[in-house]
């Protein structure tokens, strides 16, 4: 499985990337990860970012589009758009508006992981057969809980604690 983000770090750089460029780097990446249509591709649009307002010398949602056209155009079951703009909202931006805060980082996990799994058969089970089968991938059906010697620095969940 692969999870594409593409554009975000390009789209700001002093390189100045252009939309031919973007295409042709895009879809060779999309290209080569779905390949093996046994492998399952995920590409996100642009999130969020200063490039969405009115006024941007560089809007992002030309970008957006050629990603939607990259993945028509290859017209392969294993490839899965997911839109960037779906998975994130302001809040859940840091100060720079262009870096996920937790709470960002969260709610693209959460997205990300829906649409990945409304795309799986595996169930919980078979995920299990699967990490115990030594892959490094383990599925806890306990809560996580910090180490010990942290415990008692650790707010409790719904507390505010301003400092």
Not at 113 to 122: D, L, V
Not at 135 to 153: C, W, Y
């Amino acid at each position: 499985m692969a999870v594409l983000e593409l554009g975000i770090n390009m789209i700001g750089s002093e390189k100045r990337f252009g939309d031919e460029e973007f295409y042709r780097l895009a879809l060779g990446a999309i290209d080569r990860f779905s390949a093996d249509r046994s492998r399952s591709v995920f590409v996100i649009t642009l999130f969020p970012s200063p490039h969405d307002f009115l006024g941007a010398s560089r809007p992002a949602e030309p970008w957006r589009v050629i990603l939607r056209e990259i993945v028509d155009s290859l017209n392969r079951p294993n490839i899965h758009l997911i839109e960037g703009k779906d998975c994130l909202d302001w809040p859940g931006l840091t100060h720079d508006l262009v870096h996920p805060a937790d709470s960002g980082h969260a709610q693209i996990g959460a997205k990300i992981g829906a649409a990945i799994i409304a795309t799986r058969s595996e169930s919980l089970s078979t995920l299990n057969d699967w990490a115990a089968s030594g892959n490094g991938f383990q599925i806890s059906q306990k809560p996580l809980q910090p180490p010990q010697e942290i415990q008692a620095h650790v707010r409790s969940p719904g507390k505010a604690t301003i400092a």
